[in-house]
């Protein structure tokens, strides 16, 4: 007898079929902007207190991708790190000066309830994110 996986739907029904890799997203983000993509990950991370972003690993090392979601529109349930997730969304850019870039990472930092590093943040930041439509996670 086969398995049943249970899959959790949130969000718009995925209406894409093709995937496209995150390491191709990452490599030639300019391309990507403002368009609709699939894509797929081990969830590394979830926003612990709206359930309002989670961070999906990439098919290449070390990189990863946040999938951002209006709070309350999609509430990603903290159980989800280390599943799989299926996401359809959109790719935009987020430009931060260097004190907006250091507000942000200190806010990322509480939210994890781990120790800001302000050296870390050394000049402006460009981050790429995916505004989710739709997931599923299994």
């Not at 890799?21 to 983000?29: A, E, K, R, Y």
């Not at 081990?42 to 990439?58: F, N, P, R, Y």
């Not at 946040?66 to 990603?76: A, C, H, S, W």
């Amino acid at each position: 007898v086969a398995a049943f996986s249970q899959t959790d739907k949130y969000g718009k029904e995925i209406s894409l079929t093709e995937k496209t890799s995150i390491s191709n997203i990452l490599s030639q983000p300019e391309e990507y902007i403002g368009k609709t993509v699939l894509v797929e990950g081990e969830v590394l991370d979830v926003c612990s207190m709206a359930g309002c972003w989670m961070e999906l690993k990439s098919d290449a090392e070390n990189q990863k991708i946040k999938i951002k979601v209006k709070d309350g529109d999609i509430i990603f349930p903290v159980e989800a790190k280390g599943k799989s997730a299926l996401v359809e969304g959109t790719v935009y850019k987020i430009e931060l000066t260097k004190e907006e870039a250091l507000e942000y990472y200190e806010h990322v930092a509480t939210e994890q309830g781990k120790e800001f590093n302000a050296a870390a943040v050394t000049g402006p930041v460009t981050l790429y994110q995916i505004k989710g439509m739709g997931a599923e996670i299994k």
